[in-house]
C-alpha cells in the first residue's frame, strides 16, 4: 500500500512542465524558410505559431513602379513551382482590368502548360510529403517525371524554373516544331507512372498509418480559414474555380473535379489531401489530351501598344493554382504603372489553418499535416 | 443568386447608418462601409441565413493620399456543390492620421492573418483584432512599406542598405 503513495508522491514531485521550441526556419521538413514555435506537454502539441517572412521581398511594392508587362517575370517567384500559373493568373487578371482578348491558339497553349505545371507542382507536393514521412524513393521517381516536362518548358521557352512565357494578351512565342509529340510522348508512360507510384506510396501500409485519420480538416473550417485547392477538396467540397467559375476556356474541356473520399481514414485527413493530388494529375493528363487534340492554328499573341495603360478601375482575378486560389487584386488609375497590387497567395491562407487544427497532435504528425497542405514560402512571404 | 446592388440595399436597410453608396467604378462594384461598422456588418454578412457569406477572399488595402482604404472581397459559397452562389465587395475608408478600422477576426478565421498583413505594410489598425503584430517585416521595422510617402530606410541593425 505504502508503496503506490509514494509512487503518487514521486509522480507529483516531477516536474510536466510545457515547452516550447522552434522548428526551423532551417528544418527540413518545413520547406523553405519557415519558423513554427511550438509549445509541447511531452510529445503532444499543445499550440503553434507559425512565424513567416523571412523570404519577404514586397512584390507588392515592386509592383507598383513597373510597367504592367514588367510584372510578369517577377510572378514566378512567388509559387517558383508553379511559374506558369502565376504568370497566367496575372496575365487574365490585367486582360480582365483591360478588356483584352486572347487568341484562341494562345487559349489553348496556355491551359496545355497550365496543366503540365500543375502537374510538376503535384508531383513535388506529393514526393517531398513522401520524404517528410521517412521514404526516400518516391521522390526520385517523382522528380524523373518533373524532369520530363521542365525539358518541354525549356524546348518553349528556354528556362526551367522561371518561365516568364506568358504575356499580357497572348504568350511569349509559339510552341516549337515537334513540341506536340513530344507531350504526347511524355503523357502515355506518365498515365502508368501514377499507377506505380500508388503501389509504392499510397497502398503503402505504413504511410497509410501515418496519413489516415490524422490532421483532419472539417469543411466550414477550412473555408473560415481561407483554405483553398486540394487541401480544401480533400475536405469533401467540390469548388474548383475551373469548374465553378470557368476562366479562359476551361468550360469547353471534361474533367472531373477530385473531391476526398475518406478512403483511408476520415474525409479531410492528411492521407485524403495527398490522395487528391495524385488523382488530379490524372485529370490533369485529360485536358492536356484534350488540348492537344483541339489545338487551332493562327496568333498567339494580340498586339498591344508598347505603353499599355489600362482604363482607371479595378479588379480582383483568381485563378486555380495547383496551391489554390491565387488572386491579383489590381488597381488602376489609367497611368502605365498599376497604382496597387495585392497578392492574394493560396499558400498563406491554407497555412494559417495549422494553429487551428494542430491542438492535440501528435510532434510527428504536425511535420504530416504541414506536409500534406503544400506550401511554398515564396508565396507566404512574397 | 443575389447581385451586389441587392445586397447592398439589403445592407443599407439593416445598417442606416453605417452604409454609404453603392459605387459603380469599372469592373467591380462594391460598398461603403463606415470603418467602426465593419465588424458587425460583416457579421451580419455571414449570419443572414440567406446572404451566408461563409468565405473571406482577401482584404487588400489601397493608400488613397487622405485616407487608407481596406477592400473586402466577400463570397458564398455552397459546401455541398462546391459553387459560389453570390459575391460581394466592400471598401472601408479611415483617415491617414488615425486609420482604425473594427477587425473582423472573430468572424472569419482567415482574417487573423490577412488583418495582420495589411497592418505590417499599410498600418491600419484592426480594433478587436487577438494579436495584431507585424507578419512579414520583422517586429522592429519602422514605417509602413505600401504607404504611398513610405521612404526606404539607409540602414537596419546597422547594416548599410544602400
Same mark, same amino acid.
Given at each position: 500500500?505504502?508503496?503506490?503513495?509514494?509512487?503518487?508522491?514521486?509522480?507529483?514531485?516531477?516536474?510536466?512542465?510545457?515547452?516550447?521550441?522552434?522548428?526551423?526556419?532551417?528544418?527540413?521538413?518545413?520547406?523553405?524558410? +519557415?519558423? %513554427?514555435?511550438?509549445?509541447?506537454?511531452?510529445?503532444?502539441?499543445?499550440?503553434?505559431?507559425?512565424?513567416?517572412?523571412?523570404?519577404?521581398?514586397?512584390?507588392?511594392?515592386?509592383? @507598383?513602379?513597373?510597367?504592367?508587362?514588367?510584372?510578369?517575370?517577377?510572378?514566378?517567384?512567388?509559387?517558383?513551382?508553379?511559374?506558369?500559373?502565376?504568370?497566367?493568373?496575372?496575365?487574365?487578371?490585367?486582360?480582365? +482590368?483591360?478588356?483584352?482578348?486572347?487568341?484562341?491558339?494562345?487559349?489553348?497553349?496556355?491551359?496545355?502548360?497550365?496543366?503540365?505545371?500543375?502537374?510538376? *507542382?503535384?508531383? /513535388?507536393?506529393?514526393?517531398?510529403?513522401?520524404?517528410? +514521412?521517412?521514404?526516400?524513393?518516391?521522390?526520385?521517381?517523382?522528380?524523373?517525371?518533373?524532369?520530363? !516536362?521542365?525539358?518541354?518548358? &525549356?524546348?518553349?521557352?528556354?528556362?526551367?524554373?522561371?518561365?516568364?512565357?506568358?504575356? !499580357?494578351?497572348?504568350?511569349?512565342?509559339?510552341?516549337?516544331?515537334?513540341?506536340?509529340?513530344?507531350?504526347? @510522348?511524355?503523357?502515355?508512360? $506518365?498515365?502508368?507512372?501514377?499507377?506505380?507510384?500508388?503501389?509504392?506510396?499510397? @497502398?503503402?501500409? !505504413?504511410?497509410?498509418?501515418?496519413?489516415?485519420?490524422?490532421?483532419?480538416?472539417?469543411?466550414?473550417?477550412?473555408?473560415?480559414?481561407?483554405?483553398?485547392?486540394?487541401?480544401?477538396?480533400?475536405?469533401?467540397?467540390?469548388?474548383?474555380?475551373?469548374?465553378?467559375?470557368?476562366?479562359?476556356?476551361?468550360?469547353?474541356?471534361?474533367?472531373?473535379?477530385?473531391?476526398?473520399?475518406?478512403?483511408?481514414?476520415? /474525409?479531410?485527413?492528411?492521407?485524403?489531401?495527398?490522395?487528391?493530388?495524385?488523382?488530379?494529375? *490524372? &485529370?490533369?493528363?485529360?485536358?492536356?489530351?484534350?488540348?492537344?487534340?483541339?489545338?487551332?492554328?493562327? &496568333? /498567339?499573341?494580340?498586339?498591344?501598344?508598347?505603353?499599355?495603360?489600362?482604363?482607371?478601375?479595378?479588379? %480582383? $482575378?483568381?485563378?486555380?493554382?495547383?496551391?489554390? @486560389?491565387?488572386?491579383?487584386?489590381?488597381?488602376?488609375?489609367?497611368?502605365?504603372?498599376?497604382?496597387?497590387?495585392?497578392?492574394?497567395?493560396?499558400?498563406?491562407?491554407?497555412?494559417?489553418?495549422?494553429?487551428?487544427?494542430?491542438?492535440?497532435?501528435?510532434?510527428?504528425?504536425?511535420?504530416?499535416?504541414?506536409?500534406?497542405?503544400?506550401?511554398?514560402?515564396?508565396?507566404?512571404?512574397? | 443568386?443575389?447581385?451586389?446592388?441587392?445586397?447592398?440595399? #439589403?445592407?443599407?436597410?439593416?445598417?442606416?447608418?453605417?452604409?454609404?453608396?453603392?459605387?459603380?467604378?469599372?469592373?467591380?462594384?462594391?460598398?461603403?462601409?463606415?470603418?467602426?461598422?465593419?465588424?458587425?456588418?460583416?457579421?451580419?454578412?455571414?449570419?443572414?441565413?440567406?446572404?451566408?457569406?461563409? =468565405?473571406?477572399?482577401?482584404?487588400?488595402?489601397?493608400?488613397?493620399?487622405?485616407?487608407?482604404?481596406?477592400? =473586402?472581397?466577400?463570397?458564398?459559397?455552397?459546401?455541398?456543390?462546391? #459553387?459560389?452562389?453570390?459575391?460581394?465587395?466592400?471598401?472601408?475608408?479611415?483617415? #491617414?492620421?488615425?486609420?482604425?478600422?473594427?477587425?473582423?477576426?472573430?468572424?472569419?478565421?482567415?482574417?487573423?492573418?490577412?488583418?495582420?498583413?495589411? =497592418?505590417?505594410?499599410?498600418?491600419?489598425?484592426?480594433?478587436?483584432?487577438?494579436?495584431?503584430?507585424?507578419?512579414?517585416?520583422?517586429?522592429?521595422?519602422?514605417?509602413?512599406?505600401? #504607404?504611398?510617402?513610405?521612404?526606404?530606410?539607409?540602414?537596419?541593425?546597422?547594416?548599410?542598405?544602400?
Amino acid at each position: 500500500m505504502s508503496g503506490i503513495v509514494d509512487q503518487v508522491q514521486r509522480q507529483k514531485a516531477l516536474k510536466t512542465d510545457r515547452m516550447t521550441i522552434n522548428m526551423g526556419p532551417q528544418h527540413p521538413s518545413t520547406h523553405g524558410v +519557415l519558423r %513554427l514555435l511550438v509549445t509541447t506537454d511531452g510529445e503532444i502539441v499543445d499550440h503553434v505559431e507559425p512565424v513567416i517572412g523571412y523570404l519577404h521581398r514586397c512584390k507588392e511594392k515592386i509592383a @507598383e513602379n513597373l510597367p504592367y508587362y514588367q510584372f510578369m517575370p517577377y510572378t514566378d517567384r512567388l509559387d517558383y513551382l508553379a511559374g506558369m500559373n502565376n504568370n497566367w493568373a496575372w496575365a487574365m487578371a490585367v486582360e480582365k +482590368l483591360a478588356g483584352v482578348k486572347v487568341p484562341e491558339r494562345a487559349e489553348y497553349i496556355r491551359v496545355m502548360f497550365g496543366e503540365l505545371n500543375r502537374i510538376a *507542382s503535384h508531383l /513535388v507536393a506529393v514526393g517531398t510529403f513522401g520524404l517528410d +514521412l521517412g521514404t526516400f524513393t518516391p521522390v526520385l521517381y517523382c522528380f524523373h517525371e518533373r524532369e520530363k !516536362i521542365l525539358d518541354l518548358f &525549356e524546348a518553349t521557352c528556354g528556362a526551367r524554373l522561371t518561365y516568364n512565357y506568358y504575356r !499580357i494578351g497572348g504568350v511569349a512565342k509559339d510552341l516549337p516544331d515537334g513540341l506536340v509529340t513530344k507531350i504526347r @510522348e511524355f503523357l502515355d508512360p $506518365f498515365e502508368k507512372r501514377i499507377d506505380e507510384l500508388n503501389t509504392l506510396l499510397s @497502398e503503402n501500409h !505504413i504511410f497509410v498509418r501515418r496519413t489516415a485519420n490524422v490532421g483532419v480538416f472539417p469543411p466550414a473550417l477550412a473555408l473560415d480559414y481561407g483554405v483553398t485547392g486540394p487541401s480544401l477538396r480533400a475536405s469533401g467540397v467540390p469548388h474548383d474555380l475551373r469548374r465553378a467559375a470557368p476562366y479562359s476556356i476551361y468550360d469547353r474541356f471534361k474533367f472531373e473535379v477530385v473531391v476526398g473520399r475518406g478512403e483511408k481514414g476520415t /474525409v479531410g485527413d492528411t492521407w485524403d489531401r495527398y490522395d487528391c493530388r495524385v488523382r488530379e494529375m *490524372s &485529370e490533369s493528363v485529360k485536358i492536356v489530351r484534350q488540348c492537344l487534340d483541339g489545338l487551332p492554328d493562327g &496568333e /498567339v499573341r494580340t498586339k498591344l501598344p508598347a505603353v499599355f495603360k489600362p482604363p482607371k478601375g479595378h479588379v %480582383l $482575378f483568381k485563378a486555380e493554382n495547383p496551391k489554390g @486560389e491565387l488572386g491579383y487584386y489590381v488597381v488602376s488609375d489609367g497611368s502605365p504603372k498599376p497604382s496597387r497590387v495585392h497578392i492574394r497567395g493560396p499558400s498563406f491562407c491554407n497555412l494559417s489553418i495549422i494553429p487551428a487544427v494542430c491542438r492535440g497532435v501528435m510532434l510527428a504528425d504536425l511535420v504530416a499535416i504541414l506536409g500534406s497542405i503544400d506550401i511554398v514560402l515564396g508565396e507566404v512571404d512574397r | 443568386m443575389v447581385t451586389p446592388r441587392e445586397i447592398h440595399d #439589403r445592407l443599407k436597410a439593416q445598417f442606416p447608418d453605417d452604409v454609404g453608396d453603392f459605387v459603380e467604378e469599372p469592373v467591380e462594384f462594391f460598398s461603403e462601409v463606415k470603418p467602426a461598422a465593419v465588424g458587425r456588418v460583416c457579421a451580419f454578412l455571414k449570419e443572414d441565413p440567406e446572404l451566408s457569406f461563409n =468565405y473571406l477572399v482577401s482584404i487588400s488595402s489601397v493608400d488613397l493620399t487622405a485616407n487608407l482604404a481596406a477592400v =473586402y472581397h466577400l463570397e458564398s459559397m455552397d459546401l455541398e456543390s462546391g #459553387r459560389t452562389r453570390h459575391a460581394f465587395v466592400m471598401r472601408a475608408q479611415a483617415p #491617414r492620421d488615425n486609420p482604425v478600422i473594427a477587425s473582423v477576426a472573430t468572424v472569419w478565421g482567415t482574417a487573423i492573418w490577412q488583418e495582420r498583413e495589411v =497592418y505590417d505594410l499599410m498600418g491600419i489598425t484592426f480594433e478587436g483584432h487577438p494579436d495584431l503584430k507585424r507578419i512579414l517585416t520583422d517586429d522592429d521595422w519602422v514605417g509602413h512599406p505600401l #504607404r504611398k510617402d513610405y521612404v526606404f530606410p539607409k540602414t537596419y541593425r546597422g547594416i548599410d542598405l544602400e
